[in-house]
């Protein structure tokens, strides 16, 4: 790889990863959450082994792509299903602490040691036993879980308990749907907005710091690693954080508010590059 050839490669994935999150999600009402998303998971593995054997950078420009696609079904597939399971005042917590996972992971595969040892065919043969995992072990929604380990008394609290809080009405997928939700603007303010804003936000967290320190030289290679985690760090805490607050007190906007704020206040420290190199790392924790 040379030039821009790595930017290019996270750029291409979030765009895969945009494209993917609302299709991905309409799946979810189609095939059922314990079935499709260890699928999603398995054809990530697939992808992730196909990297280990590219030819030239075009190559990984399309796997990175349909990872994207992928990988998309996760985050946005999981939420729905808390959502689906736990009340809005539950919510909070539970949503922090998955996403708190995947920094952990994040936090973890920062060793230098576990990079040099996992390659693309490492990480496919991580996958795909939590894939198999997933198939028996995922409860579906609650008024449609077959999970063994819950009892009938208990997949019915599951459903009947969140009666009074969620109504939902299901209509079957058509362009009659499509062009309904479509025409509304909380698609657009909503899930769109959070779609692209939310992989944009991401996108400054895939190690640019890590790229930043070894383009100003004068640090080795352990520090290149560490140096990073420590954002990862600060986002597990203000992740947590935040959702008790939110929890607590029953509120989202603040927390927009404060996401906000850091992410203009962060912006505004690294579009002056001449600010101090404290300063800089400042920003990427924000």
Known sequence: MKGTDFNKTLSIFTIGYIVGMIPNNLMLQIVPPRIWL???????????????????????FVIRFLQGMAESSTFVGSHYILGSWYKPRELGVRSAVFTSSGLVGTLCSASGDLQAVVDGVGYGVITLPIALYGLFLFPDLPATTKAFYLTEQERL??????QDDI????TPLSMNVAKRVLSKWRWYACSLLFAISGETESFGSNNLMGQWLKAIGGYTVEQIDYYPSGVTAFAIVSTLVCAIWTDKNNKRWAVLVYMSIACIVASICLLDWSSPTGLKFFAYCE
């Open 167 to 170: 109504q939902v009405t299901r």
């Open 157 to 162: 609290l599951a459903s009947e308990r969140l």
């Open 38 to 60: 260890p699928l999603m998971q398995v054809v990530w593995g697939i992808l992730t082994f196909s990297t280990s054997a590219v030819q030239n950078v075009q190559q990984l």
